[in-house]
């Protein structure tokens, strides 16, 4: 992760620095013209103001907005809903998905070999998964279970196991060897974990290009269509 957070770093630094140092030399310029500023500039402008006249404001603002957001996400929808969307992450979510997956069977494949009861283990599991969404899906697995249905069947239904490791499961249920299908699970999504982990960086490099031209481009509007605006009315004149 090196790679990325100095690259956000980076960015961070160089818009902190146009917005406090540079920006404001040129907005002396821009007012002695009687121009409309674009839309850009505005904004850069107004976090310029925003910041070095109001920063207590500002933080104060930071501070709120951030209780309230964690206040939102600590309820029970507020939960499911942020949980949600974690898993809905570009690469991130994915591995996730797949950390989470991994440790599920392998945790239950342990337990189920250890002897405890399934219905116990998948209570277990359930309390700690540390996603709710996820939590959610073991907990309809447990029910399924709890009826005498299985656990191929919520698992294929909650669209989160690939089509191999509902097979896989089911195979185990019929055999009886469960446990140890379940640490097969493991070892699968393991394989899938380190491979995505090899290749993190190549896969967060376009992302990355992507912000940081998007980011580059909006600083460079900001500060170079005032200077075409006015060299327009240097031409008229």
Do not use: H
């Not at 939960?79 to 239950?108: C, H, N, Q």
């Amino acid at each position: 992760m090196r790679y990325p957070i100095i690259v956000i770093c980076a960015l961070i630094i160089g818009f902190i620095v146009l917005t406090i140092f540079v920006l404001p030399r040129f907005a002396k310029i821009y007012e002695q013209f009687s121009t409309a500023l674009p839309l850009p500039t505005q904004i850069l402008l107004f976090i310029n103001y925003a910041v070095t006249k109001f920063w207590w404001l500002t933080l104060v603002l930071v501070i709120i907005v951030s209780a309230v957001i964690n206040k939102l996400i600590n309820t029970k929808r507020g939960r499911y809903f942020w949980d949600g969307e974690k898993l809905k992450l570009p690469i991130f979510g994915e591995l996730v998905l797949r950390l989470s997956m991994a440790r599920f069977a392998l945790i239950t494949g342990t337990l189920i070999k250890s002897g405890i009861p399934i219905l116990k283990v998948l209570e277990l599991v359930e309390e700690g998964t540390g996603n709710v969404v996820i939590s959610k899906v073991v907990e309809n697995i447990r029910m399924n279970v709890a009826e005498g249905r299985g656990m191929a069947e919520p698992m294929k239904v909650s669209m989160m196991f690939p089509p191999v490791v509902v097979q896989m499961v089911a195979v185990g249920e019929e055999t009886g060897k469960l446990d140890e299908l379940l640490l097969n699970v493991c070892d699968y999504y393991e394989f899938q974990i380190n491979y995505t982990i090899e290749n993190l960086t190549s896969l967060i490099e376009p992302i990355l290009i992507l912000v940081l031209g998007c980011a580059v481009l909006f600083m460079a509007l900001g500060i170079f269509l005032p200077m075409w605006n006015m060299m327009n009315l240097f031409v008229k004149r």
